[in-house]
C-alpha cells in the first residue's frame, strides 16, 4: 500500500494540527497504522498507533492525552490531531503501515510500508 502524509506546518506553542494520511492500494482496513516522528540525529520514535481488527490506540508517553489518532477505512485514511503542541513535537512526522497483525507493533522496523514524512514545526 502507498501512504502519502499530510497537513504539516508551522504553529505555535499550544496550538493545534491534524496530520492527514491517504493510503492507496487495496484492503486499507486490513493494516495496522502507526505515526512516527523523528528529529535530525535521533531515531525515528513512536507516537501514536491504532489497530486494524479493534481500532484500539496507544501513545507514546509524551503525547498522550495532547494526540488521537483516528481512521476513516471508506476514505482509506488516517489522521492524528495533535493538540497542545509543545516545541519539543517538532519534526518530519512519517505516517506507516503494518499488515493484519495481532500484535500491536510500536518499532520502526515492524511496519512494512511508510508515507513519505510532513514537517511539524511548533515555535516557542
Known amino acids: 500500500v502507498q501512504l502519502q502524509a499530510s497537513g504539516g506546518g508551522l504553529v505555535q506553542a499550544g496550538g493545534s494540527l491534524r496530520l492527514s494520511c491517504a493510503a492507496a492500494?487495496?484492503?486499507?482496513?486490513?493494516?495496522?497504522l502507526g505515526w512516527f516522528r523523528q528529529v535530525p540525529g535521533k531515531e525515528r520514535e513512536f507516537v501514536a498507533v491504532i489497530t486494524w481488527n479493534n481500532g484500539r490506540t496507544y501513545y507514546a508517553d509524551s503525547v498522550k492525552g495532547r494526540f488521537a489518532i483516528s481512521r476513516d477505512n471508506a476514505k482509506n485514511t488516517v489522521y492524528l490531531q495533535m493538540n497542545s503542541l509543545k516545541p519539543e513535537d517538532t519534526g518530519v512526522y512519517y505516517c506507516?503501515?503494518?499488515?493484519?497483525?495481532?500484535?500491536?507493533?510500536?518499532?520502526?522496523?515492524?511496519?512494512?510500508?511508510w508515507g513519505q514524512g510532513t514537517q511539524v514545526t511548533v515555535s516557542s
Open positions: 492500494g487495496r484492503s486499507f482496513s486490513r493494516y495496522t
Open positions: 506507516a503501515s503494518r499488515f493484519s497483525t495481532i500484535v500491536v507493533a510500536f518499532g520502526p522496523d515492524e511496519y512494512d510500508y
